[in-house]
Structure formats: C-alpha cells, structure tokens
C-alpha cells in the first residue's frame, strides 16, 4: 500500500504564497494527484504529476521528485476562495486510482 | 455542476433500514467509483466499476452492496449499516480504463451524508 503524509492544517494571508507538502511511500508510482475541495462539496482536480518537475496551472503549481517521494502544491496570490482542502492522492502498483491522504486544510485570512 | 450527480444528498436512516444511493455521470465516461470520506480519514475507495464489470472491492463489507446497470449509472445499496458507517460517500467517474491509461482524471460527485440512527 502507500504512506501519504500532509499537514493537517495551514494558514496563509490574502495575497500570499503557500507551500503545501506531500510525502509519500510507495512501489510501482503511477503518478500524484492534487484536488481541491471546499468544505460541502466535490473535490475538484487540479493537477496530474508523474515526471520530477514543476508544473504551472495559473496561480497553482505542483512540483515532483520521485527519488525523494516528494511533492507540493505551490499556491500564489491567495484569495479567499482559496480556503479549502488540499488533497494529495497517489496512484501505484497495476493501476492509476489515486489513493489519498488526510488533506491539508488551508485556511485564508485578510 | 461536476457532470457526476448523487442522489440523495442528505440520507438518515436506521440500522434495520434498506436504502440506496443513486448515482448519475454525464460525461460519457467508462469507469466508476465509490469512495467514503469519513472525519479525520482519508478518502477511502470502496469499488470499482470498469466498463459495467466490478474490477476492486476493498474489503467492503456485504452490508454495501454495489450495483451498475450500465456506464452511466451506478447505486450503493444499503442494509443494516452500523453508525459508525455514517459518513460522505462519493460517487466518481473517470473517461479511460484506469488500469490502462496514465493521468486517469477522475470527477467527484458532491456525495451523499449518510447518517445511520
């Protein structure tokens, strides 16, 4: 199976940057997932990572290095709308179905 | 609106009731899932559906009871569930065989809050 660790909960100022990490341990990687879900609904997908390096999307990045089993979700110009749940998910072994942590919650302050 | 819809949204219901959630993609997608997401623990997939065929089970209890007439829909039938079952099930489709396709992008319905009395 996978060990998927995040912190449980951050906290970020309107028009900051935010890191949020992820870790993970697992054989056969097929990929890491990010999603985002607000409290009371869908999570929403947000990105797909399987090569080491960074990927932008707008205001979200997500970074990979596989030998370190490492990710993060880079989120910039924070808004409001930005408080959420951050899942990171992991796909691995024979097939591509993501498995996936606790979430980080993020929460967003003036 | 996700293209993935659950109904009911809100369920409570007693320990010795039979109920079941509906779920409905409308995205022309080939595969399926339930997933549970309890307070405090991670998403947790319960089945798969790949082209109508049940292809995963996680060790889910025959108190849930899976059904997928076609591609389109798929149910969780419930009976005799304990309280500690309540929780948000989410219903998720994806385009590709997901055994076969990298990047297999799957979409969340807004879930069904069970509460069992």
């Known amino acids: 199976g996978q060990n998927i660790d995040q912190p449980t909960e951050m906290t970020a100022t309107e028009g900051a940057i935010v890191q949020i990490n992820c870790t993970y341990q697992?054989?056969?990687?097929?990929?890491l997932f990010w999603y985002q879900q607000h409290a009371g609904e869908a999570p929403t997908f947000l990105s797909y990572?399987?090569?080491?390096g960074l990927e932008e999307k707008g205001r979200f990045s997500s970074f990979l290095s596989r030998s370190k089993g490492y990710s993060y979700l880079l989120l910039k110009e924070l808004q409001m709308k930005d408080s959420a749940s951050y899942l990171c998910a992991v796909a691995s072994g024979g097939s591509y179905i993501p498995t996936f942590g606790r979430g980080t919650s993020l929460i967003v302050h003036p | 609106e996700t293209g993935v819809t659950q109904t009911p949204r809100h369920l409570v219901m007693g320990m010795t009731n039979k109920k079941s959630l509906k779920c409905e993609q409308h995205l022309g997608h080939n595969a399926m899932y339930w997933y549970k997401q309890s307070a405090k623990k991670p998403l947790e997939l319960m089945f798969v559906?790949?082209?109508?065929?049940?292809?995963e089970n996680n060790s889910v209890p025959s108190r849930f009871s899976p059904e997928c007439p076609n591609s389109s829909h798929l149910f969780l039938h419930l009976h005799t569930l304990q309280p500690e079952d309540s929780a948000l099930y989410l219903c998720a489709s994806s385009q590709d065989d997901p055994y076969s396709f990298r990047g297999n992008t799957i979409y969340f319905g807004e879930g069904s809050w069970l509460t069992v009395v």
């Open positions: 990572n399987v090569l080491d």
């Open positions: 697992t054989s056969g990687f097929n990929g």
């Open positions: 559906y790949n082209f109508k065929e049940q292809t």
